[in-house]
Nanobody, 117 residues
Framework: QVQLVESGGGLVQPGGSLRLSCAAS????????MSWHRQAPGKERELVAS????????NYADSVKGRFTISRDNAKNTVYLQMDMLRPEDTAVYYC??????????WGSGTPVTVSS
């Protein structure tokens, strides 16, 4: 069964940090392009960061550049999102996404992040 399970979300104060994890199973993780997306209340889902299958290429939304870092551990079938210097506007549900190739795509169920004092 193909599955993505996110964890690590929660409540954090502005300026704080969180590390999200996404554990993958049921497919060849090391061949997939992985990404994190987020959806704030009343807004469309947006791409936050992506990482190539081997981890050599990473891309970020302008709004998170310099604050967020995406990484992956292919031995653990896990992708991470380190979020630093968090702002209230980062509040959203964060989703893990796998582009497995051949038109096969999988979403996780999401983990909520709230940045508030």
């Amino acid at each position: 069964q193909v599955q993505l399970v996110e964890s690590g979300g929660g409540l954090v104060q502005p300026g704080g940090s969180l590390r999200l994890s996404c554990a993958a199973s049921g497919f060849f993780f090391s061949r997939a392009v992985m990404s994190w997306h987020r959806q704030a209340p009343g807004k469309e889902r947006e791409l936050v960061a992506s990482i190539s299958s081997a981890g050599g290429s990473r891309n970020y939304a302008d709004s998170v550049k310099g604050r967020f870092t995406i990484s992956r551990d292919n031995a653990k079938n896990t992708v991470y999102l380190q979020m630093d210097m968090l702002r209230p506007e980062d509040t959203a549900v964060y989703y893990c996404y796998a582009d497995r190739g051949y038109g096969l795509k999988t979403w996780g169920s999401g983990t909520p992040v709230t940045v508030s004092s």
